[in-house]
């Protein structure tokens, strides 16, 4: 199984960026999947983006589509999502997933996330 640490969260004004890291241990040799989850204060998780083992192929929910960018470092068993023109509705404790699965599947393996506030 593969162990997720995520870092980079914070308070950051509207309009600002963040750059999260997501870092990965254990049975990282056996390519897998990323995906970025996101749980506001309140309402259900809610899915963010994902990216295969390969980089070939990412995607993104229509409600970050063009801020957030998703992509990882394989050499450094890291994952990241730069989020740009944040808004105070992407408030939330930000999640990253690993499956050795689909990436649009489910995901099985999980990190404690990371606070992320918009606020001015």
């Known amino acids: 199984q593969v162990q997720l640490v995520e870092s980079g969260g914070g308070l950051v004004q509207p309009g600002g960026s963040l750059r999260l890291a997501c870092a990965a241990s254990g049975r990282t040799f056996t390519p897998y999947a990323i995906g970025w989850f996101r749980r506001a204060p309140g309402k259900e998780r809610e899915f963010v983006t994902a990216?295969?083992?390969?980089?070939?192929?990412?995607y993104y929910a229509d409600s970050v589509k063009g801020r957030f960018i998703i992509s990882r470092d394989n050499t450094k068993n890291t994952g990241y999502l730069q989020m740009n023109n944040l808004k105070p509705e992407d408030t939330a404790v930000y999640l990253c997933a690993a499956t050795y699965k689909n990436y649009l599947g489910g995901y099985d393996y999980w990190g404690q996330g990371t606070q992320v506030t918009v606020a001015s």
């Open positions: 990216i295969t083992w390969s980089s070939s192929s990412t």
